[in-house]
């Protein structure tokens, strides 16, 4: 209990030194509003937030930092969930949000209230929040640009889809397609939601496969690549490159296949630690720091020469992942 103590008290004094978590957020309550938890990135996600918030808040940095999910994908839902922590009178809401603008009416309500909003991964458009992002369409074309220097002969291709009707889904997708208009070599012969999970995924091409002809590459969002690779093989078709999504099962197949038969490809995604970075960012908001309404983060790729690196370091189950400190949000915010 000494040391748990000692460890907090020492990590307290470290923040305010860097000037990154004053004690005026002593007694703010945080709360994350998280729309669905049903994959390995979502759950990494929320693992990241509980691993970085409760130190913060036993070093008596904010007075709590409850995570919040909604059992199902659903606008409503969601939007119920804000008004009632709304209601509980928290100080700021950190939302991955369902949709892009169906929320804009309770983050409103939220900023009328005088709470802080910052929305990660899935954003918000209502002007008064403040929204961390990669660039969602850029990471969907460094897939296309991969696969037009590896594959300068082109070929069909299948893309897989993440959640219908979500911000980061219609971004990702818009990359991809936008920049296959520029390659004329290529051309996508099938689409499918994966829902970013690899069981959805695998369902989902097992179901389009017979109707589609040769399948040179795959086009995905993170999630799925697995679950398409075992898809074709099922089906007993030739495996294509497929871009993986820095899922750990993902990378231990490709490092197996790699190994086997020098399977080349490369993986991208954001890291689910961006909600560590959403929580510091909400924190030093309501310690009265300037804050850009708009933050923009690197997506994080992992390509051949780094896969056994990255491996190592991803835990069975999970996902390739950064999680950020005070320090790392202050530079971020300072564009560093």
Not at 200 to 221: F, N, R
Request: charged share 20%.
């Amino acid at each position: 209990m000494f040391k748990k103590t000692l460890a907090c008290t020492i990590a307290l004094a470290a923040m305010l030194a860097a000037g990154s978590a004053m004690a005026d957020t002593k007694d703010k309550k945080i709360a994350l509003s998280n729309n669905y938890a049903g994959n390995s990135w979502r759950q990494a996600m929320l693992k990241s937030w509980d691993k970085v918030t409760k130190p913060a808040v036993e070093a008596g940095i904010v007075a709590a930092a409850d995570p919040f999910t909604t059992s199902e994908n659903q606008v409503t839902e969601q939007a119920a969930q804000i008004q009632n922590l709304i209601l509980q009178g928290y100080n700021a809401i950190v939302i991955n949000a369902a949709s892009p603008d169906a929320l804009n009416g309770v983050v409103k309500q939220a900023c009328d209230a005088g709470i802080v909003v910052v929305s990660f991964d899935g954003i918000v458009t209502e002007p008064c929040a403040w929204r961390i992002a990669v660039d969602f369409k850029a990471m969907g074309a460094s897939e296309v640009e991969y696969l037009a220097k590896k594959m300068p002969e082109g070929g069909n291709l299948l893309e897989i889809r993440g959640l219908a009707g979500v911000f980061v889904d219609d971004e990702i997708s818009k990359g991809i397609n936008e920049t296959v208009a520029k390659y004329p070599q290529f051309k996508i012969v099938g689409s499918v939601h994966g829902d970013w999970a690899q069981e959805v995924a695998q369902k989902a091409v097992a179901g389009i496969l017979p109707s589609l002809p040769e399948v040179k590459a795959v086009v995905t969002q993170g999630g799925d690549g697995y679950g398409a690779a075992q898809a074709f093989a099922a089906a007993g078709r030739p495996t294509p490159l497929i871009i993986m999504g820095n899922r750990q099962d993902e990378l231990q197949w490709w490092k197996e296949q790699k190994d086997a038969n020098k399977y080349e490809t490369m993986s991208v995604s954001i890291a689910p630690g961006v909600s560590t970075l959403a929580f510091w960012v909400a924190q030093m908001i309501l310690d009265g720091k300037e804050v850009p309404k708009d933050l923009t983060v690197p997506f994080l790729r992992i390509d051949q020469d780094n896969l056994e690196a990255s491996l190592a370091t991803t835990e069975k189950g999970g996902v390739a992942n950064v999680e950020y400190t005070a320090e790392d949000a202050a530079k971020v915010v300072a564009g560093k």
